[in-house]
């Protein structure tokens, strides 16, 4: 045992030595290497490890990108990147694998803490991530893990002190630097931010500050997105001073900027009337059933109505629908079934604009024109990825065309237009307003559709585009099936940009930060309120009460209605004079009687149940027949007597059902004995002749039913009978042995001597 254990640890000795030799070539191949003049077509060609490269074989993944043959290399020498690339050019592994390769080369283990920190501005691209980095990394010794909302916490909370790449969304990743006490980011080596123009903008500027915070300044931080901020305040944040630039999507050192799209997208727009543009995707979609598309509009609530609607007029195409107000589960479903489908349309937000690697899809359909150019490349690049033909379609209304072309030619992106076919196009109008009007829920749909729609133009920067004071709100409304335009209430953009805030921040810190709100309020609070005026202060809670309110009726209009309507509670101050006299009991019985409710009945009496009829009158539940109306009826004799012949009907059926019963069960339990006692004798007989090839001896017919009726006469009562007992010989029997007449057995010794002359005879 001593020789075995000393040559194992000289073995492990052995692999260490090797692997550290290994881990030395490997630097010195990576220092060596040319950036500027490598011609590196394989990931076999660049200086990285073995397990890597035997994942990303496994994976299919062999031929190296545009960006990943820039960017991989300068990530492996330690510079911080600032990476930028057109959609679907394999962005995710040109970070992934620098992730994996830094820390294999620093002997990384569990005990060493986290080590890599992803961020992804989306739950979705999140996930993506993580599954490409388990493909990928499927020969490496590290720990991946995913955290995002919508999962649970306390699970997360156990494991991610063990986790070595932590792949995240910002919200969730917060939360569990405030709370996991296992999570120690002081020895973190890189960080990573997929869709960084995204992750740096005012929605999550807080929630990024406060990571980084926590993040020692000594870390290697990439970059990457599809569209790339070069701000220099934006990049200060993140501790990025000597940083590299890769890649080709906007203006790097004062060059020009070339297409951010792919060369194989084929990119169109349509110039709709925004009370036309249901109508033209209704038709569109209907003419276009073989195909698997994207159609993206502003809001989820638009997305929830136009998914709502569709599906009831059926346009004869799979519908899917995804939005960030969906619960995770839904998402995650709804991702899978549109990546294995062929023939799909898919009604989402921005939720699925950024990185999200969907299979073959055919269209791309803009309904609504995104708030800048860096959003419609996004969006379009969910098509022709990888180097595969797509299409893309936008609907631009005649006052957002001139200014948002001009927008797209600056980035060299310049569509084709085209023009419908009056023939083809369809007007759902009037099924739109046959729903609503059936239908309350659509209808209050269609009404949060609108408004929001309507605000999404209000609170856009670029007001060239979007020109808010000529929206046809009236024909717009009419075109959703709405009656007219509901009233709107605008928040102003304080209110709106810490909307934007609040929406991108951990649920559950939220929740605490307003509980201790909340506390410091009720502290502070004098009046103590009573279930009496939490009863006047509740209103309803159905669907179309409050928001159908604030929808279609003015502040004034509520406020009269509510004077007329609502109860309000009011302090009257009480004239002592006016109030009678109390008399407070004196004696002990007195009290005694006045506090026992039993005391108190004895002198008003024992209350008395009523029943009301159809007119309204009370009558007591047990009410005595007049004797005029007795007599009518007959003497007391005869009403006995018909009452004593009604009831003795009533037995008698009652009788025979009873002995129908009994009948039936004394037949169940013969049946159930029978059926006991052959199985017996079958197992017996199988066990003790099955060895040596005899025949199994069968009593009766082998038909229970037919046994039973066999064992009753024409009075349905058991007698004994002769019966005759059948059994096989084989092929080669002879003509006597047919058949044996015996008595019946009654007991279990004459069933076993029965057996022993049948088998003997």
Known sequence: MAKTH??????????????????????????????????????????ISDATLKGLKEAAFVKLTEIQRESIPVSLKGHDLLGAAKTGSGKTLAFLIPVLEKLYREKWTEFDGLGALIISPTRELAMQIYEVLTKIGGHTSFSAGLVIGGKDVKFELERISRINILVGTPGRILQHMDQAVGLNADNLQMLVLDEADRCLDMGFKKTLDAIVSNLPPSRQTLLFSATQSQSLADLARLSLTDYKSVGTADTVNGGDSEVSTPETLQ??????????????????????????????????????????TFRKMQPGISLMHLHGRQKQTARTE????????????????????????FPAVDWVVQVDCPEDVDTYIHRVGRS?????????????????????????????????????????????????????????????LGQK???????????????????????????????LGLPGAPKIKIKGMKAIERAKTMKNTSRQLLSLSRANDDGEQEEKAKEVRTKYDKMFGRKNQTVLSEHYLNITKSKAQEDEDEDFMMVKRQDHKLNEDALPELSVPTSKRSQKKALSKKASLSSKGNATKMVFDDEGTAHPVYELEGEEEFHKKGT????????????????????TDDKKLAKEKRQEKKRKRLEAMRREMEAELAEEYSDEGETIVQLGTGNLSDDMEDDYDSDERPTKKSKSTNYKRGPLEDEHSDVIEVEEPETLEDLESLTARLIQG
Do not use: W
């Open 267 to 308: 990119q169109s727009y349509i110039v709709v009337e925004l009370a036309d543009k249901l109508d033209t995707l209704f038709s569109f979609i209907k003419t276009h059933l073989k195909s698997k598309m994207i159609v993206f509009l502003s809001s989820s609530k638009q997305v929830h109505f136009v998914y709502e």
């Open 384 to 444: 022709a990825r990888y180097g595969k033909q797509g299409k893309s379609l936008i609907m631009l209304t005649p006052t957002e065309e001139e200014g948002f072309l001009k927008r797209l030619k600056a980035r060299k992106i310049e569509p084709s237009m085209l023009t419908i076919k009056q023939s083809k196009k369809k007007s759902i109008k009037p099924q739109l307003q046959s729903l609503l009007f059936k239908d309350p829920e659509l209808k209050y």
């Open 636 to 655: 007391a004799e005869s009403q006995q007597k018909e009452f004593l012949e009604k009831e003795a009907k009533v037995m008698a059926g009652v009788d």
């Open 449 to 479: 559709a609108f408004i929001s729609y309507i605000r999404s133009i209000y609170i856009q920067k670029d007001r060239e585009v979007f020109k808010f004071d000529e929206l046809p709100t009236e024909d717009y409304a009419l075109s």
């Open 334 to 357: 709804t991702l899978d079934k549109f990546s294995r489908a062929q023939q799909v349309c898919l009604i989402a937000t921005d939720v699925v604009a950024r990185g999200i690697d």
């Open 6 to 47: 000393k040559l194992r640890t000289s073995q492990r000795k052995e692999n260490r030595k090797k692997e550290t030799e290994y881990i030395k070539d490997l630097e010195k191949r990576i220092d060596e290497y040319d950036v500027k003049n490598s011609k590196a077509v394989l990931f076999r060609d660049l200086p």
